[in-house]
Nanobody, 125 residues
Framework: QVQLVESGGGSVQAGGSLRLSCAAS????????MGWFRQAPGKEREGVAG???????SYADSVKGRFTISQDNAKNTLYLQMNNLKPEDTAMYYC???????????????????WGQGTQVTVSS
């Protein structure tokens, strides 16, 4: 009964900030690798940021220096702090989780078994 529920999306102007949250339940949160992905209309789903159970993180080149992934194990919640947002960040953002710790890739959607419903982020110029 793994469940992931995203929240925190919305509409902001370029240069603004948002913090996305992913509330997880049904599993040992700290033992899963977690990731954030996004998909814009007409485009492929792409990895944005990932965090392995050992603390290793990875970011897409397009968001390095602007986005930060983190988790609060006590609250079973994953976060994506998004700063200096750009119009090209506009997309549906998805939280993902996977228990297979031997799969070390963090930005590959096919390596994640569980997904949330998504939260929309819209950035205007």
């Amino acid at each position: 009964q793994v469940q992931l529920v995203e929240s925190g999306g919305g509409s902001v102007q370029a240069g603004g900030s948002l913090r996305l949250s992913c509330a997880a339940s049904g599993y040992t949160f700290s033992r899963y690798k977690m990731g954030w992905f996004r998909q814009a209309p007409g485009k492929e789903r792409e990895g944005v940021a990932g965090l392995h159970s050992d603390g290793f993180t990875s970011y897409a080149d397009s968001v390095k220096g602007r986005f930060t992934i983190s988790q609060d194990n006590a609250k079973n919640t994953l976060y994506l702090q998004m700063n200096n947002l750009k119009p090209e960040d506009t997309a549906m953002y998805y939280c993902a989780a996977d228990p297979r710790t031997w799969l070390y890739r963090l930005l590959v959607s096919t390596d994640f078994a569980y997904w949330g419903q998504g939260t929309q982020v819209t950035v205007s110029s």
